[in-house]
């Protein structure tokens, strides 16, 4: 009896590790926040804010610098997804050791109008705006409507070594600028 249960307790124990040789792949659950941050990769960028697993409730707000095959992100919404992620074998040097899927949308909820958030808009040496005759963005991929303020904006940019704003959403996906900080 006692070497069933250890033939029984070996087999299943190598189909296990077998197993997760072959598809090292698990279902986590993330929360997306409803802006993107700005942040140094390689080079700077935009990264979305999440929270992993356990770290939903209550934890902080961590950089995402990866893509979610399937996902796209649509600012002021606040969204609990489901994804796969896999770890890459022998990943390139400033590259993720995972990859990420969507599996499922759990949840997407728009945040209202009067939620104001900051993003930072120069530091580290780098300016995020973008400025042209036409129009004022964040890395080119975020309108600014900056009203009365844009000429300040623009002064604060050019004299200031770090500068943040506080922002609400505006319509077409475009950031509503409120204030300096």
Known sequence: MIMIVGLLS?????????EGEE?????????????????????????????EGD????GEWNYFYDDIDGFEFKPGYLYDIMVSKERIENPPADASSFKYKLEKIISKEAVGSDETFDIRLKWGGHNFVKVTDDHISLMNESRINCGDLCDDLI????TREEISG?????PNSELRFIELQ
């Open 10 to 18: 070996f087999f299943s124990t190598n189909s296990c590790s077998i």
């Open 55 to 58: 770290e939903i409730e209550g």
């Open 166 to 170: 506080t922002f609400s959403h505006g």
């Open 23 to 51: 598809n090292d792949e698990t279902m986590v659950n993330m929360q997306i926040n409803h802006f993107k941050q700005t942040a140094f990769g390689v080079e700077p960028q935009l990264v979305l804010l999440v929270k």
């Open 155 to 158: 002064q604060q940019l050019d």
